[in-house]
């Protein structure tokens, strides 16, 4: 469920679960991780795009259902941890091709991003507190993201925005109108970072981690894994399985 | 000749990069007559019935084309010491009581563009061109990273500087990096004197308290990160790779 390929100097990933809006499962978490691991030297840009008509619609919710003793949540929130922390260290710049919908843990992923590309009428935003969910584990990087302030109301707001608010508030950098033309104009946008030098890309990757540095990470992961198997997670999780994807 | 103008016109002062003949490039010579000119401003700032507002502009077409790199090619210890001097020349122009506006009236490029970011507002016309393009020549804009990070927040600044090249005015304005835009250059004077006419209005003090909490907020005067930035920035700028592609940009 996860794909990758190097296209000349851009490594692209792949969500690759079309069929479910590319929901998150551990095991396509844990293969995120692991392909960005192994992104090859020759790779001087990443790509991280959803295939289908949706970048990612957030964590397979319904696996839950059969894990009650919170595995399969605690799974899902540490490997949303590590994958966006290892898209934050990277030395090469990371586009994310967001079309359609980057929704709660989709919407995570994007605090991976250095350029972030949308549609004017996807949807995006973290509707996960009403679940009984905190999406604290998120919170730091999207705060390094797009400012304190809309870390706050995506997180703490239970609604979507558009692709062209999200552009209006830091949350993505660049609006298409098509969904279709997102992925194609980030591989575009890709291959221009990938063919600047990639000395000055690093130094310059490593000099804004030092000057404006993702506070608290580990803690924002700590918040969300005590929340799982609340009694008000209990209570409210199982209107997820109720709704249709 | 003095290569920076500082003119004052009761609670308005005007300070002019005055090197049109090279873009307004900043020059070891440029900067020494900027530091002078704040030198110069600073005192004056903190008693009563002196100029309460700062406006920084460029003489000519541009508003200011970036570092004079073509000077200290080849030579390491001159482009630190130019690089160090608009490091702190950056803090001490953020450190002024009074408010800055900076009237970017053409290509405010690299180092000149984060001179705009250092003011408390930027106003432009639609048609500029300002940017980072430091990345495409193999060099990193760490000196003006904390700025423009300052000004528009961390993952727009990660956006705008990987991403290197130009834009025009009204993207600058989209993306948080210019406060106030005109539609074309010939309505600039017009809008920035009603700009500064009502900053000009308010009550200096009660500026100057608001500009030092926010100048504390940010951390704005801290002169340490922008000195390693400039370290950084030389270092980078001394490779192989970054002197080839100078050379190639330059012609020289």
């Not at chain 2, 000749?1 to 440029?30: C, F, K, Q, Y």
């Not at chain 2, 080849?74 to 953020?94: D, I, P, Y």
Request: with cysteine; charged share 20%.
């Amino acid at each position: 469920m996860i794909k990758s390929a190097l296209q000349g100097n851009v490594f692209e990933i792949t969500l690759s679960r079309p069929e479910k809006r590319n929901a998150l499962t551990p095991e396509m978490l844990a293969d995120l991780r692991a392909a960005i691991a192994v992104i090859p030297k020759e790779a001087r840009a990443l790509l991280l795009s959803g295939e289908g008509a949706a970048f990612c619609a957030g964590f397979d919710l319904a696996l839950c259902k059969d894990s009650p003793d919170g595995t399969v949540m605690r799974a899902l929130l540490t490997g949303l941890h590590e994958c966006i922390a290892a898209l934050r260290v990277l030395e090469i710049p990371v586009v994310i091709a967001a079309q359609g919908a980057a929704i709660a843990g989709g919407c995570a992923l994007l605090g991976g991003g250095d350029v972030i590309l949308t549609n004017a009428d996807a949807k995006l935003g973290y509707p996960v507190a009403r679940l009984g969910v905190s999406p604290a584990v998120s919170a730091p990087f999207l705060r390094n993201l797009a400012g304190d302030g809309v870390a706050r109301a995506r997180e703490l707001e239970n609604g979507l925005i558009d692709g062209r608010a999200a552009l209006a508030c830091g949350l993505a950098h660049e609006c298409l109108e098509a969904p279709e033309a997102v992925r194609s104009r980030a591989l575009e946008v890709a291959r221009d970072l990938a063919s600047k030098p990639g000395h000055a890309m690093a130094a310059t990757k490593r000099w804004l981690a030092e000057i404006a540095p993702i506070s608290l990470a580990a803690q924002g992961l700590s918040v969300s894994l005590a929340r799982v198997g609340s009694e008000e997670e209990k209570r409210l999780l199982p209107l997820a399985w109720s709704t249709v994807r | 000749m003095n290569h920076a103008l500082l003119a004052i016109a009761g609670p308005v002062a005007t300070l002019t990069l005055n090197r049109a003949d090279a873009r307004n490039a900043l020059s070891l010579e440029l900067l020494q007559d900027l530091h002078a000119a704040v030198d110069a401003l600073a005192p004056c700032a903190s008693g009563g019935g002196s100029p309460h507002v700062l406006v920084v502009t460029g003489a000519g077409k541009a508003f200011c084309a970036g570092m004079d790199l073509k000077a200290v090619l080849g030579n390491s210890t001159l482009a630190l010491e130019l690089l160090s001097s608009l490091a702190l020349f950056t803090v001490k122009l953020r450190a002024l009581p009074m408010v800055v506006v900076a009237k970017v009236n053409g290509a405010a490029i690299g180092g000149g563009c984060g001179l705009s970011c250092v003011c408390d507002l930027a106003i432009t016309h639609a048609d500029a061109k300002l940017g980072y393009p430091e990345v495409d020549l193999g060099v990193c804009p760490a000196v003006v990273a904390p700025w423009l990070v300052r000004k528009v927040g961390a993952g727009r600044a990660r956006k705008i500087l990987l991403t290197g090249g130009l834009m025009s005015g009204r993207e600058a304005h989209v993306c948080g990096m210019i406060d106030v835009l005109c539609e074309t250059g010939a309505e600039l004077d017009r809008v920035t004197d009603d700009v500064v006419r009502r900053l000009a209005a308010g009550g200096p003090q009660a500026l100057a308290a608001t500009k030092k909490l926010l100048n504390e907020l940010d951390s704005s005067l801290d002169e340490a990160i922008v000195l390693k930035g400039a370290q950084l920035s030389a270092s980078v700028l001394a490779t192989p790779d970054a002197q080839a592609r100078l050379r190639a940009k330059l012609g020289a």
